[in-house]
């Protein structure tokens, strides 16, 4: 990411529900070649899963978990030049969506299931400093006349198996998606939580510009992502979108007050 593009991504603020941190943001990265794939759930079912105090957050009634393969590149911390062999490598979230436990400060954003990936060093450094649940994986992306190849088989001792293996890519131009919508609703995401094990919520806040999405076909060969998170998804098509690239920073895990 250049400083340009950075500047730009911080100077572009209009679409954020809240304004930025006023701490210094201390971590900058790419995502390139995205699916996002997303089935209804119902919220029962997130509700058993998603640990409290954290609150479940819902379209139209509805819960949604994401399965997202993507790749990352860039990947360094603030004023630490990027590293070849760090900095750039495969990654795959199952997702759903919460608000925090406090009324008074209920930030819209994201509750990751798991998040694999194929850089040992990366999955130890974000479960240290982000008590996010990475796990390690055998990835592969490769993309073919226009075509995104990606395989992913879960390596890491004493995680439940999971696989996913598909191939995709855009079937259309680049738009942005209208407030309101269910588009935005699953993308425009500008914090992330996790809980501790005395059920302590954290949250990261996250920055970058409107997700410049594309419609998209996918042919999923095999996805065992979400039942490896007890999540049956249900016999129905997934609502897909892709995008070609997102630069973003993100800030520190803060502990988020619970409401009294």
């Not at 400093?129 to 088989?153: C, D, K, V, W």
């Not at 269910?182 to 995401?189: C, N, S, Y």
């Not at 997102?246 to 803060?254: H, T």
């Amino acid at each position: 990411m250049s400083n340009m593009i950075l500047r730009t991504n911080l100077a572009e603020t209009t679409h954020r529900p809240w304004p930025l941190p006023s701490q210094p943001w201390v971590m900058r990265q790419t995502w390139h070649d995205l699916l996002f794939a997303h089935w209804p759930i119902a919220v029962e079912t997130l509700r058993a899963l998603v640990p409290l105090p954290l609150e479940i957050d819902t379209f139209d009634g509805v819960g949604w978990v994401g399965v997202i393969p993507f790749r990352m590149s860039h990947v360094r911390p603030r004023y630490v030049p990027a590293l070849p062999w760090l900095s750039a490598f495969p990654e795959l979230n199952v997702r759903t969506y919460v608000r925090g436990p406090n009324p008074g400060d209920p930030k819209p954003g994201v509750y990751f299931f798991s998040l694999d990936a194929a850089n040992p060093l990366a999955v130890a450094g974000a479960r240290l400093g982000f008590r996010l649940p990475y796990y390690r994986a055998a990835m592969r992306l490769q993309e073919t006349n226009g075509t995104i190849h990606y395989s992913s088989t879960r390596t890491h001792a004493g995680a439940p198996p999971a696989q996913f293996v598909a191939r995709y890519g855009p079937t259309g131009g680049v738009y942005h998606s209208r407030d309101g919508s269910l588009e935005a609703w699953l993308t425009e995401r500008y914090c992330l939580y996790t809980v501790d094990g005395q059920q302590r919520a954290y949250r990261a806040e996250i920055q970058h510009v409107r997700w410049p999405l594309q419609p998209a076909s996918a042919v999923i060969e095999t996805n065992t992502m979400a039942a490896a998170a007890g999540i049956e998804l249900p016999a129905v098509a997934p609502l897909l979108h892709f995008a070609r690239r997102l630069d973003m920073v993100n800030w520190l895990l803060q502990p988020v007050e619970p409401h009294v």
